[in-house]
């Protein structure tokens, strides 16, 4: 997948146009601020530390060779020509390589408007052309919104790691999810 491939654009339930695209360069600052603005906020997410511009440009120097080299799906959301959330789903190796990890997270002030449902749907949609046939994922049992989006979107709940999170001195289960595509396709 190129860099900037736009997917499609859609209403937000607040009025505002997203448009659906793969990642590219021009999202480096606005990624970088995302990632430590979801630190600062302590979001249910498993980062815990900010970032730097050296190590982010790293990081998404990485994305891009792996979306252009099919390895990844990746698809951002942006709102007014700005970066405002990411979904990630990249296989698990070897055996398991039919089986995706999703990952995705959106900007403050940009969530509850429908947002990651389309983000997920889309991250769906192109899943299986990396042969990825079964999508999993993590939750904090703490993340109402997130657990209520999964649920929302056919994910079962499959697994727990009771304590699995520690998050500021206080233990979290670990909630696994899963959703196997070729099930909901039939
Ligand atoms: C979790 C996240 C990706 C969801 O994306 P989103 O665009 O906000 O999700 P949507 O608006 O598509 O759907 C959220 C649903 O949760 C519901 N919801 C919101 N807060 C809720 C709560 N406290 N309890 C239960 N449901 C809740 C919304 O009403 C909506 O359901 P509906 O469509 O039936 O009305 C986003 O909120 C986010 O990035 N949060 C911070 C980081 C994070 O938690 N990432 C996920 C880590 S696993």
């Known amino acids: 997948m190129k860099p900037g491939t736009i997917f499609r654009k859609f209403q937000a339930r607040d009025g505002r146009m997203v448009t659906l695209r793969a990642?590219?360069?021009?999202?480096?600052?606005d990624m970088l601020d995302?990632?430590?603005?979801l630190v600062d906020e302590g979001?249910?997410?498993?980062?815990d530390t900010k970032t730097?511009?050296?190590?982010e440009v790293d990081w998404l120097a990485r994305k891009l060779s792996s979306l252009e080299n099919e390895r990844i799906v990746a698809v951002v959301a942006e709102v007014d020509g700005s970066f405002v959330g990411l979904v990630e789903v990249g296989p698990k190796m070897g055996r398991s390589r039919h089986v995706g990890v999703l990952g995705i997270s959106l900007k403050d002030g940009y969530r509850d408007v429908?947002?990651?449902t389309e983000l997920m749907r889309e991250a769906e949609n192109q899943a299986p052309r990396l042969g990825i046939e079964i999508?999993?994922?993590?939750?904090f049992a703490s993340n109402a919104r997130g657990r209520r989006l999964y649920e929302k979107m056919g994910y079962r709940v499959v697994g727990r790691i009771p304590r699995g999170i520690l998050k500021e001195g206080e233990y979290i289960d670990d909630i696994i999810l899963t959703k196997d595509l070729k099930k909901h396709n039939s």
Do not use: C, M, Y
């Not at 995302?34 to 603005?37: K, P």
């Not at 730097?52 to 190590?55: G, H, I, L, M, V």
């Open 23 to 29: 990642p590219q360069w021009s999202d480096l600052d």
């Open 34 to 37: 995302f990632i430590n603005s």
């Open 43 to 47: 979001a249910d997410i498993l980062v």
């Open 52 to 55: 730097t511009r050296e190590k």
């Open 114 to 116: 429908g947002i990651g």
């Open 135 to 139: 999508i999993a994922l993590d939750v």
